[in-house]
């Protein structure tokens, strides 16, 4: 007798299982790509944060040791995203419409927090700005703003 995994649940039922329940890991941990990249959702002093595990396959520069700029705009990304979907009531994962990331200095060989805002939601999209840092909040690494597209017309 062969043992069968367990059928994942609709994302639609994770995500309001989580928005209840605040296991963000569920949520993170059923992204493959998030799982990849070390990306996951923390409460951290009453505040969601995404946090950026380092790992040697970050870096971009190996003489600088600096990560690779595709990481840190997939951390902006992915907080936005999580974001979206953990404090409004979206259904369907959003579509990015824009993703405009600037790069603000080299980000070192360690752990990368992000923090997303969304600065105006509508029926069909949400304006969300993010920013990084790594050692002190107010000096961001990086920051972007997107458009998402939330649900089809």
Same mark, same amino acid.
């Given at each position: 007798?062969?043992?069968?995994?367990?059928?994942?649940?609709?994302?639609?039922?994770?995500?309001?299982?989580?928005?209840?329940?605040?296991?963000?890991?569920?949520?993170?941990?059923?992204?493959?790509?998030?799982?990849?990249?070390?990306?996951?959702?923390?409460?951290?002093?009453?505040?969601?944060?995404?946090?950026?595990?380092?790992?040697?396959?970050?870096?971009? $520069?190996?003489?600088?040791? =600096?990560?690779?700029?595709?990481?840190?705009?997939?951390?902006?990304?992915?907080? /936005?995203? %999580?974001? #979206?979907?953990?404090?409004?009531?979206?259904?369907?994962?959003?579509?990015?419409?824009?993703?405009?990331?600037?790069?603000?200095?080299?980000?070192?060989?360690?752990?990368?927090?992000?923090?997303?805002?969304?600065?105006?939601?509508?029926?069909?999209?949400? $304006?969300?700005?993010?920013? =990084?840092?790594?050692?002190?909040?107010?000096?961001?690494?990086?920051?972007?703003? /997107?458009? %998402?597209? #939330?649900?089809?017309?």
């Amino acid at each position: 007798m062969s043992e069968t995994t367990p059928t994942p649940l609709p994302l639609a039922e994770l995500v309001r299982q989580v928005r209840k329940s605040r296991e963000y890991r569920k949520l993170t941990d059923a992204i493959p790509y998030t799982r990849y990249m070390g990306i996951g959702v923390e409460n951290l002093a009453g505040e969601m944060l995404c946090r950026m595990a380092y790992s040697p396959k970050l870096i971009g $520069n190996s003489i600088l040791q =600096a990560l690779h700029g595709g990481t840190l705009g997939a951390l902006l990304e992915s907080a /936005a995203i %999580f974001e #979206l979907l953990l404090q409004t009531d979206t259904e369907r994962v959003p579509k990015v419409i824009s993703l405009t990331v600037d790069f603000l200095r080299s980000g070192k060989p360690q752990d990368t927090f992000a923090k997303a805002l969304i600065t105006r939601q509508g029926r069909r999209v949400a $304006n969300v700005r993010v920013e =990084a840092w790594q050692d002190d909040r107010t000096r961001p690494i990086a920051s972007a703003h /997107a458009l %998402f597209l #939330l649900a089809e017309p």
